[in-house]
């Protein structure tokens, strides 16, 4: 992970990174809503994000940055990045060319499955 980035300094100290100096990138399809998968970002990583028009990200695993499609071709065209009300997290709207997940699916959401959550009514009283 890079210690020097040309991150904004203005939007470098809005940001409240974990330990590991990340914040949480939830990525979301710009049109639809549909929220594609979650990565982790440190203040290059964003840089890079904010500048280029593609999103990257930082590899936990690998310990290397990423730009999504580089290797499998399934791009991110980033639309808008937002930061949410605590600063620890970054809404990067693209638009998805080809699968988000690693696993060929569309999104990183449908391997795992739903979980089975009681469907709530917001009409009903606790």
Same mark, same amino acid.
């Given at each position: ?5 040309? &991150?904004?300094? *203005?939007?470098?100290?809005?940001? +409240? #990174? ?9 990525? %979301? %399809?710009? @049109?639809?809503? *549909? ?6 970002? $440190? @203040?290059?990583? &964003?840089? #890079?994000?904010?500048?280029? !028009?593609r999103a990257t =990200?930082?590899? /936990?695993? #690998?310990?290397? =940055?990423?730009? +999504?499609? @580089?290797?499998?071709?399934?791009? %991110?065209?980033? +639309?808008s990045v937002a &930061? @949410?009300? $605590?600063? $620890?997290?970054?809404?990067? /709207? ?20 739903? &979980? !089975?959550?009681?469907? !709530?009514?917001?009409? %009903? #009283?606790?």
């Amino acid at each position: 992970m890079s210690t020097m980035s040309s &991150l904004a300094p *203005e939007i470098a100290q809005q940001l +409240k #990174r974990d330990e590991h100096g990340l914040v949480c990138a939830v990525v %979301q %399809q710009h @049109d639809s809503g *549909e929220v594609l998968m979650v990565g982790w970002m $440190d @203040d290059e990583a &964003l840089h #890079r994000t904010l500048t280029t !028009g593609r999103a990257t =990200y930082w590899s /936990r695993s #690998r310990g290397e =940055y990423w730009r +999504k499609g @580089d290797t499998s071709g399934h791009t %991110q065209h980033v +639309k808008s990045v937002a &930061l @949410d009300c $605590d600063g $620890d997290v970054v809404l990067v /709207r693209v638009d998805q060319v080809g699968a988000a997940c690693h696993t060929g699916t569309r999104t990183c959401f449908e391997a795992g499955g739903d &979980l !089975g959550a009681v469907v !709530g009514d917001a009409g %009903q #009283r606790p």
